[in-house]
T-cell receptor, first 112, second 112 residues
Framework: LAKTTQPISMDSYEGQEVNITCSHN???????ITWYQQFPSQGPRFIIQ???TKVTNEVASLFIPADRKSSTLSLPRVSLSDTAVYYC?????????????FGTGTKLQVIP | EPEVTQTPSHQVTQMGQEVILRCVPI?????FYWYRQILGQKVEFLVS????????KSEIFDDQFSVERPDGSNFTLKIRSTKLEDSAMYFC??????????FGPGTRLTVT
């Protein structure tokens, strides 16, 4: 399984755009990149998933360069409620199941 | 919006006792998972389940653990003889296909 590396923590002011980068140098051909958000004492919540280039939904954007060895989650205009831990996951989608390994995540603190 | 539910929200048990944690996945989902998160640590994959059998399991998921889908809606995790180190949040997740997983709110297991 591809190992991921992301910053342990980040601070941002309300209203700013936040970019969290994840390194996954050993990503395999079949792997997708998925980001989850977790609030304290809650289960992780899916944010966005991509394979290459750029993906955007109503919550975030995900930028993946051509070599796929890293990815960047972009949260536009964060609010206090975006304070959470953000996990970058790289998962093998073969075999009828999805093996995913959560890393330590990035703890985002949004400051008023 | 459909969601994964888990019961109970909090379970306290004595060391050596058996516990069963229950989950109701989203109704049209085919892939089911259990994870655990020890307080302050990362989310750890335990097992995935598809087509009424285990697809993948981690080294944590030893003979003390078992999973079952006893009917068309429930998905259970059984720990046969609980140990102190089994104290954690246990999250159930489900997915429709080999993409994003939807997590439940978790069951906090406390072993005394």
């Amino acid at each position: 399984l591809a190992k991921t590396t992301q910053p342990i923590s980040m601070d941002s002011y309300e209203g700013q755009e936040v970019n969290i980068t994840c390194s996954h140098n050993n990503i395999a051909t079949n792997d997708y990149i998925t980001w989850y958000q977790q609030f304290p004492s809650q289960g992780p919540r899916f944010i966005i998933q991509g394979y290459k280039t750029k993906v955007t939904n109503e919550v975030a954007s995900l930028f993946i360069p051509a070599d796929r060895k890293s990815s960047t989650l972009s949260l536009p205009r964060v609010s206090l409620s975006d304070t959470a831990v953000y996990y970058c996951l790289v998962g093998d989608q073969g075999g009828g199941y999805q093996k995913v390994t959560f890393g330590t995540g990035t703890k985002l603190q949004v400051i008023p | 919006e459909p969601e994964v539910t888990q019961t109970p929200s909090h379970q306290v048990t004595q060391m050596g006792q058996e516990v069963i944690l229950r989950c109701v996945p989203i109704s049209n989902h085919l892939y089911f998972y259990w994870y655990r998160q020890i307080l302050g640590q990362k989310v750890e994959f335990l097992v995935s389940f598809y087509n009424n059998e285990i697809s993948e399991k981690s080294e944590i998921f030893d003979d003390q653990f078992s999973v079952e889908r006893p009917d068309g809606s429930n998905f259970t995790l059984k720990i046969r003889s609980t140990k102190l180190e089994d104290s954690a949040m246990y999250f159930c997740a489900s997915s429709e296909a080999l993409r994003e997983q939807y997590f439940g709110p978790g069951t906090r297991l406390t072993v005394t």
